[in-house]
């Protein structure tokens, strides 16, 4: 299957910083990404969707201006927590896929500790 | 609009004997269905997929997984569970229309495997 990665693994940082997490896809173009927020115990929800070169589409009840997508390259996909505090503590997963191929190959996600 | 249900939150079987994972969903569309693996701390891997061709799939480590229409479910099962099997496992639906190959995550089982 087709791999993707995420960096970093994990990540701890103080409250009121950003954090940035990069989601590559190793050996295909990602023409669509995902981002995931998955809490303790809990499944995954979805928060954003993003096509290359256009601006990310935010579910419900997620803070575009907090975290932030960028999708710039077939390859990269990024996700900026800005002003992150303890409740983003989270574990944080990609997902791309290509082309009209609904099956989406995840990276192994980041886990983020906000102190 | 899509949705996924799993009826059990915890499933605990002894080693050797027989796994069932049920879920139930709901679709406008004519869905994609996927179980997915997720061990501690780590991504998702795929099991296996149904995309409207044979109803009985079969995926990875013995895994198969049957779609019945009428029934709405897509329930996975292993003859014979091993103690790796133990991990987190969500059943996942597709709608392939206006969801724009938009995931829906179930609430996840988590399998508990007795030696």
């Known amino acids: 299957g087709a791999v993707v990665s995420q960096h970093p693994s994990w990540v701890i940082c103080k409250s009121g910083t950003s954090v940035k997490i990069e989601c590559r896809s190793l050996?295909?173009?990602?023409?669509?990404m995902f981002w995931y927020r998955q809490f303790p115990k809990q499944s995954l929800m979805l928060m954003a969707t993003?096509?290359?070169?256009?601006?990310?589409?935010?579910e419900q009840g997620v803070e575009k201006d907090k975290f932030l997508i960028n999708h710039a390259s077939l390859t990269l996909s990024t996700l900026t927590v800005t002003s992150a505090h303890p409740e983003d503590s989270s574990f944080y997963i990609c997902?791309?896929?290509?082309?009209?191929?609904?099956?989406?190959?995840f990276g192994p996600g980041t886990r983020l500790t906000v102190l | 609009a899509q949705s996924v249900t799993q009826l059990d939150s915890h499933v605990s079987v002894s080693e050797g004997t027989p796994v069932l994972l049920r879920c139930n969903y709901s679709s406008s569309y004519s869905p994609s269905l996927f179980w997915y693996v997720q061990h501690p701390n780590k991504g998702l891997q795929l099991l296996l997929k149904?995309?409207?061709?044979?109803?009985l799939v079969k995926g990875i480590n013995g895994f198969e997984a049957e779609f019945k229409k009428s029934e709405t479910s897509f329930h996975l099962t292993k003859p014979s569970a091993h103690m790796s099997d133990a991990a987190e496992y969500f059943c996942?639906?597709?709608?392939?229309?206006?969801?724009?190959?938009?995931?829906?995550f179930g609430g996840g089982t988590r399998v508990l495997v007795k030696p």
């Open positions: 997902s791309g896929t290509s082309g009209g191929n609904d099956e989406q190959f």
């Open positions: 993003s096509n290359e070169g256009s601006k990310a589409t935010y």
């Open positions: 149904y995309t409207s061709a044979a109803t």
């Open positions: 050996d295909f173009q990602a023409t669509t």
């Open positions: 996942v639906v597709s709608d392939r229309g206006a969801a724009g190959n938009k995931l829906t």
